[in-house]
């Protein structure tokens, strides 16, 4: 192998699915990146058996084509230092690859790639979506917080995308709140359904570049590609059955409190800081026209209370939340006004942007309320 490329450029690719390099790794292997050369690009891979990216590199030339494995540390570590300029990479034996620079060089060993284990994709009767880029991103970042941390329930731990044939819904839920984010910007032919674990959900969301047009999903029972641009990443999925979330998501709470988000979402915050510090339980006292929110430590004899003018019609109602779970859906939720609508103060709330905003109206949050003295 040798060819010749800037160094910027294979350091912007290399960081790119950096990520999949795991930090320890029962397999050695897996500590190095997968180079092959073909023509004028370079296929990068990495992986940790459960997480695969891969990107293409253009090169300036190519001398001789090949396939190793060579060291992501190391390689990283060393076009970090190195300022944007030429540089030649040729294997200089049959276990040592040489950097060549302006100035200098550096030896590094190599494997052969043969070691390195083969990335299985999805098979031929997988299921396939465009997603447009920029709001692929703002559902996983809309819903990834209200993942869980089950053992018992693995399914609850990451994302379920719904695909339908005229919408997708991206849902995520932790028992306690439920988050549902739809578009009508990604269809499928037809009904079908996965659930990505948050960890690989976090890193697409991180690689996803908003300036592409679309990523193309492609999955099946156990496996899901997602490709943009130049990157691909391969992940195992969940395997079981998500809970059906149209059935918990409250249709007839009459009791409606409309209020702007970011003075709601500050208030709540100055109340919390004298809630109890393991509970972390606020109250809503509501009548119409007026919010009290309360918090109280007995332990250490502290409280906080602050009246908020709001518009609020319904039966007076008090009602207590989780403070950390209520200021996570605000705080998440990117419209000036939001609506919570009531049942009674043992159902579960619903929280949604206002009708007037609608761009922003493809958000939903579901929030169980807890008791409180």
Known sequence: MKFNVSSTELLKGLMAISKAVPAKSALPILDNFLFDLQGNILQVTASDSELTLRTEIEVDTTEEEGRIAVPARHIIDLLKELPDQPVSISTASDSSIECNWTSGNSVLPFFPAEDYPEIKGVGEDAERVDF??????????????????????????????????DSTTLVASDSHKLICFTTPEAKAPQKCSFILHKKPAAVLKSILDKDEENVEIAFDSSTVVFTSGSTTMVCRLIVGKYPKYRDVIPQNNSSVLKIERSRFLNTVRRVAVCANKASNHIKLDLKPGQMEITAQDLGFAIAAYEKVNCDYSGDDLSIGFKSTFLSEILANMNCETVVMKFADARRAALIVPSEEEETSGRICGILMPIMVQ
Request: proline share 6%; aromatic share 12%.
């Open 132 to 165: 447009p880029a920029a709001t692929l991103i703002e559902g996983i970042g809309s819903t990834i917080y209200a993942t869980a941390d089950d053992e018992i329930r693995p399914a609850m731990n990451g994302i379920y995308f719904d695909f339908d044939t």
